[in-house]
């Protein structure tokens, strides 16, 4: 039976319903065209959380760390990203525009959980997205929940999306990562590094 288990462990597979549709469709090309994001991302060793970092394989990712003082935040962006705010959004994009992140305060430092389960609800009715997986995470110095998900853009091509909610001692944050079905080893190890460089401080 499967249950919401949000910090314990990942979702249970949900049964195939009978009629083939457009998300089943998408979620078969996600698993034809290789590993998913989050797992491609983070890594998993069965047990422990899996830091967000670059491994021996991975093309090396040159960065300039940028303070946001009103989010609380210290990151790693990768030299050709480009950052924008909308609203209290922070968004920041690769250079070919395959990879894209928005960060937000959403809540108080034990909103966690409640901030992830309406991140996925959210998702799922923007995107028309389907959850896939779910797994224990590091984002930067915060341990967390990435959830897999897979959706439709607004002009219908088939995206990925991992959503984090990491919590800081004094804020819970919304993350989510959009990249194509197959993003290049270049962006993967770009993603790897903007995510593990996260660093949470006092909002000023």
Known sequence: MATELDEDSPAAP????????????????????GMLIGWVVFGDDGSTPAPATTTASSPRVASDTRLYPK?????GLPRGWKTSFRGSVLTAVSRDET?????????GPRDGQRIRRSD???LARLFNAR???RQRAKVGTATTIATDLVGRARNRRPIRILAMGPSS???????????VLQPTP????????????LRYRQPR
């Not at 989010?71 to 990151?75: F, V």
């Not at 993967?188 to 590094?193: D, G, I």
């Open 14 to 33: 949900r049964r195939r319903r009978p009629r083939v549709s457009r998300q089943v469709i998408a979620f078969v090309g996600v698993l034809c065209a």
């Open 71 to 75: 989010l609380g935040i210290t990151l």
């Open 99 to 107: 990879v894209s992140i928005a960060l937000s305060i959403a809540g």
């Open 120 to 122: 996925r609800e959210e």
């Open 131 to 133: 959850e896939v997986s």
């Open 169 to 179: 001692r004094w804020h819970t944050y919304s993350i989510q990562a959009f990249t």
């Open 186 to 197: 270049v962006r993967v190890a770009e993603l790897r590094t903007l995510l593990a460089s």
